[in-house]
């Protein structure tokens, strides 16, 4: 099992390196380019962190843009997500129904205090099946170059584009390709 996980990690990190663009004189601009079009799905308008008076607002635009990338019009961008509900106990958490290899099952989703300048920490599973960090010392469960240049620090992004993100660890774990 650990080979295989090498193998897909190794895969994301020559993935990484070809969407990094070929010079670096190319980088800011293509990932100048790569954020303007996840916000061009969905760009928030209430910039407000965890424990923010006005937090509720980020919250209900949080369900709003969710529920958006399910429906538009290149289809449902989070085919493994379903239902994205807001904690109400604790600030800083979200829940999430994962649908993955044919199995449904809960998430919890963490968001840092200084989300949204920064991405959602993580998304476990409640049986521990699934496990995917913005940063992690286990590569094997971290996102972290795919996100790190990408995220938008102004507060624009929000859970659904961190998804879209664990959306592609979902789909190249489930269906590995050969680079």
């Known amino acids: 099992m650990t080979s295989n996980m090498d193998d897909l990690i190794r895969r994301l990190e020559a993935l990484e390196v070809l969407a990094r663009g070929l010079t670096e004189g ?8 790569k954020i303007a079009d996840l ?3 969905y760009m928030f ?4 962190s965890p424990f923010d008076v006005n937090w509720i607002f980020r919250v209900k635009e949080e369900e709003i843009a969710f529920n958006l990338f399910k429906k538009t019009k290149r289809g449902d961008l989070l085919p493994h997500f379903e239902d994205l509900t807001y904690s109400g106990k604790h600030p800083q958490v979200f829940y999430v129904t994962v649908t993955f290899r044919g199995n449904k099952r809960r998430a919890t989703i963490k968001v840092p205090k200084l989300y949204p300048s920064l991405p959602p920490n993580s998304l476990i599973t409640s049986d521990g099946s699934i496990e995917v960090y913005t940063s992690h010392t286990n590569q094997d469960k971290c996102l972290g170059e795919l996100v790190k240049d990408r995220w938008d620090e102004r507060g624009r992004m929000g859970i659904a584009h961190w998804l879209l993100f664990v959306e592609v660890y979902l789909n190249l774990k489930e269906k590995p390709i050969k680079v």
């Open 26 to 33: 190319r980088k800011k601009y293509y990932v100048m380019e």
């Open 45 to 48: 308008r209430n910039i407000f």
């Open 39 to 41: 916000l061009s799905i």
